[in-house]
């Protein structure tokens, strides 16, 4: 039967209990949504599509609970597929719209077909999570070749501002090619950050304008010239195509590009 909107904590395991809740209380709720998330405007939204249901009002506060989230993973793992429970965090990361009801239809799906769930390709309900998913896995390839890395005193920074959440997905690409150099990988659009010590890393909350103490002015700009030069020395005049740069780099990216002139 459908029911109130759920909130939750914005936690991975937070939206697994809400699936959990939602199955075994027997509920379609009408959204899903981190309690941050749920604000006026959010409201006068939800206020227009429900048609003046009190249900978006009132919605039910759910409590991320680990033991029941990890009973929706292993169900997931056991009854569908490893590769679906892949596509459902891969989803979750992209932070699309309604990406929660997504994951739950996704899932009530997967439960029914199994294994097979991905291969439904004429099912609205999985086209529009692997279509999520591809825009996430693509911009993680494009983020491990456009960070730029910056010395700073003891560890090297990177900034970036990705369309969706996935500096968890793109810390093990550089773990593994810097393995002996720390560094800090900090999306400042969610200000989160990955700090690697040359053995483990971890994600962190930051605050905005955190500094990661600056190295010299003079030492950076040395280090950013250089780079330039060597940009501008291995591009090839005769194959500048300006218009594929911008669909292979888009111009969103750039503000944290070294190589790019910032006008």
């Known amino acids: 039967m459908n029911s109130k909107g759920y909130i939750y904590d914005g936690t991975f395991e937070g939206l697994l209990t809400c699936i959990y809740e939602a199955y075994y209380r027997h509920e379609n709720p009408m959204f899903i949504l981190p309690e941050k998330k749920y604000c006026e405007s959010i409201k006068d939204t939800l206020f227009n599509l429900l048609q003046n249901s009190d249900d978006c009002w009132n919605p039910v506060e759910i409590l991320t609970d680990q033991q029941k989230s990890v009973k929706v ?3 997931i793992e056991s009854k569908i597929s490893d ?4 596509t459902i965090y891969h989803v979750f990361l992209s932070e699309i719209t309604n990406f929660e009801i997504m994951i739950l239809n996704y899932l009530r799906l997967g439960f029914k077909t199994g294994s097979d769930v991905n291969k439904c390709m004429q099912d609205k309900r999985v086209m529009d999570m692997l279509k999520a998913e591809r825009k996430v896995i693509w911009e993680v390839h494009r983020m491990e070749g456009f960070l730029r890395f910056e ?5 090297f920074y990177a900034a970036y501002e990705p369309d969706h959440n996935i500096t968890s997905l793109v810390t093990p690409h550089f773990v593994e090619r810097f393995a002996v150099q720390n560094f800090v990988i900090h999306d400042i659009k969610r200000q989160i950050a990955s700090v690697y010590n040359k053995k483990d890393w971890f994600l962190t909350e930051t605050v905005s304008g955190q500094d990661f103490g600056l190295v010299s002015e003079k030492k950076e700009t040395y280090y950013s010239d250089l780079w330039r030069g060597y940009f501008e ?3 090839i005049e005769e194959r500048k195509n300006p218009r594929n740069q911008k669909r292979q780099m888009p111009k969103r990216y750039w503000k944290h590009l070294t190589e790019v002139e910032h006008r």
């Open 73 to 75: 993973y292993d169900a």
């Open 83 to 86: 590769d679906a429970l892949e």
């Open 151 to 155: 010395e700073r005193p003891g560890f």
């Open 233 to 235: 020395w291995a591009s």
